[in-house]
């Protein structure tokens, strides 16, 4: 028989700090902070990358979803941070599509340009605005990951579609977690994924 | 509370469809019929689009798992074919990594050009081969779905990391699938799913 289901959680420290950041996040400052410091836990605790998003209301800021990356917990390449917040808020509003009429806008927060997988994931997913600290190839040279090949032209893809894209929120926080894991993964602390032998993935 | 976990499974009939068509299958023709059988019956079926992929060893042919698009029936937007059928095979063999050295060397067998996100779930997933028949605009031309900015170089991005491509399998039954499925949308049998309302999404 082959295997016919999969599932991705997100461990309970993740609930814990949703809950102590509080459910409504008015600006953007607060949303990014909230995602850097999933982040900066999140490769600590050992269940994957550097990685973190949530999914807000784009004009309250109350929170729908959380998520992080758990490609080491889940054992799915697929479960980048956007991916789990992405589906864990279709699950609450019970739709595959987030921008189905009727309901509040959504907005997705994440610290950084999503890789290529997720940039596909964002597009299908309904929400109306991505915020990032950077889309550079910062990130990448700190860490070591691999994006993928996303184009130059990513975010007039994403305007085409209905989405909107905010830089520069959070930059210098961001650019400290992927430095803290640096310093981790030097230290022999974490493990550093990486596919196909030829590069690592986020 | 926010919600904490979500899963995607695929239907029976997928199962029965596998073990009707023989577990091992040696030729990339034996490979592609399977997906594209999957593929016309998924849409008739109601569960997603018109999309299927196994995962196969790629020497033997010996089938690891097989997904089909999801997206309605799981209510999540990231549960494409190749998503369901890579994270399945990766629940098998009990790693994030297809690749990881000493397990026999797997390929991906879908039934057009993957879309941004699977393009990007395909290049983490450790897959050292995809088969597809034909990477041309025919298949959104036909079917409205809107596959994302992937790159006119998308082949070379994949041999960059080890992954070979092999087009031109079961190109006329693929395109026969797709325009079957358009008439099922004509006569108003199946949902075309569309997120952003402003395009249609595989």
Redesign the interface.
Known sequence: ??????????P?W??SE?EAAGRVLPTLEQRMALVNRLADRNFREGGGGPFAAIVVEQATGR????GVNR??A??????HAE??A???????R??????A?GAPRTELVVNWRP???????A????V?HLVIPDDSDQMEGITGF?E??V?E??IS?FE????SVTKGIGVSEAIQVFQNYAEHVAKGCAVL???????T?A
């Open positions: 028989m082959i295997a016919t289901e999969f599932r991705v959680d997100i309970l993740v609930v949703v929170l729908i979803s959380a490609v080491l889940s054992h799915l390449s697929v479960s991916v789990v992405l589906s864990l808020a279709q699950c609450t019970g739709t595959w599509d987030l921008g009429s890789c290529l997988q997720c940039c596909g994931a597009l299908w997913a309904g109306s691999d993928g090949p184009g032209e990513w893809q085409a579609r209905g989405i994924y990486n596919a196909r032998g030829t590069g993935n």
